[in-house]
């Protein structure tokens, strides 16, 4: 593969991991920025993949996130959630995942999905009790 290609491809898959941790966190770019010394435009263009993140830069991150740097530059999986280390990996990816998808709704679209959430968990509730 081609550097330029290559390094183009491993500052999409930093920026993806950073938005899904940043996302998961419930911090805004602004927030996350302030965290660790830079511009909330420049978090935007590295989860964007646009920009490359320096070594201090990388490290502050994994700092405030409490997470191995090694879990930045893990490929998306399959399904769209990202490789983590430990035993509850598959879960949390689906629900850094399942965030990541609300994020882009409107206020009544969410309000919907969360009804549909309730009903599910009540139907499956009720299937529990019934055996």
Do not use: W
């Amino acid at each position: 593969m081609d550097r330029k290609l290559e390094k183009d491809r491993i500052d999409e898959i930093i920026g993806a991991n950073i938005r899904l941790e940043r996302i998961s966190r419930r911090l805004s770019r602004e927030e996350l920025g302030n965290m660790v010394g830079v511009t909330t435009s420049h978090i935007g263009l590295i989860e964007k993949g646009q920009r490359g993140a320096n070594c201090v830069t990388l490290m502050r991150l994994t700092k405030a996130f409490g997470i191995p740097i090694d879990y930045l530059f893990s490929s998306p999986q399959e399904d769209g959630g990202s490789i983590r280390d430990g035993a509850c990996s598959s879960l949390q990816s689906k629900r850094d995942k399942a965030l990541s998808l609300i994020t882009c709704l409107r206020e009544e679209e969410i309000v919907f999905v969360l009804q549909m959430v309730k009903a599910v968990i009540s139907m499956h509730n009720a299937n529990k009790l019934k055996k």
